[in-house]
């Protein structure tokens, strides 16, 4: 099997033509939070010893759509299976300066009161690298989760790609 010398990885991680064996999307994970790792369906998942979960998807944009519609899509799946809207929809932007909308949501669950944050962020293809749909989530019963609220927030705006 042949070897890749460190700085010839490095140069692929660069180019993104190795990304299974390069740090992908993240958050800063919270005081309090412990990180679970990565799965087949999450790039980054943490969560706190009370229950709030936060986690990183990132999705290949298929179909090709921008933010509006990924934002559209997003919010109109979860209002379709329960999730009632918490405020308006926000703009935000990633820490690497990647514009997304963020929802904010509550739903009852087994009889209790839960809070449902995501923000989706959609990366334009280009020479080297595909359109990509992220999805920054965060959630866990309102009672453990309104506490830990501005901690979730912070790590939600130091997602980067």
Do not use: I
């Amino acid at each position: 099997m042949p070897t890749v010398s460190r700085p010839s990885l490095l140069l692929l991680c660069a180019l993104g033509l190795a990304a299974p064996a390069c740090a992908g999307p993240r958050v800063n994970t919270p005081a309090g939070f412990a990180t679970l790792g990565d799965d087949d369906h999450f790039s980054y998942r943490a969560a706190s010893a009370e229950g709030v979960v936060l986690a990183v998807r990132v999705e290949r944009n298929r179909p090709e759509g921008n933010l509006a519609f990924w934002s559209r899509v997003v919010d109109e799946r979860m209002q379709s299976r329960g999730y009632v809207p918490d405020g308006d929809a926000r703009p935000v932007q990633s820490a690497d300066g990647l514009a997304g909308t963020q929802y904010r949501y509550r739903v009852a669950h087994q009889g209790r009161a839960h809070r449902y944050w995501v923000a989706v962020f959609v990366k334009p293809g280009g020479f080297l690298s595909r359109s990509r749909v992220y999805v920054v989530e965060a959630g866990g019963d309102q009672e453990v989760f309104d506490p830990a609220a501005a901690a979730v927030e912070r790590a939600m705006a130091s997602f980067r790609r």
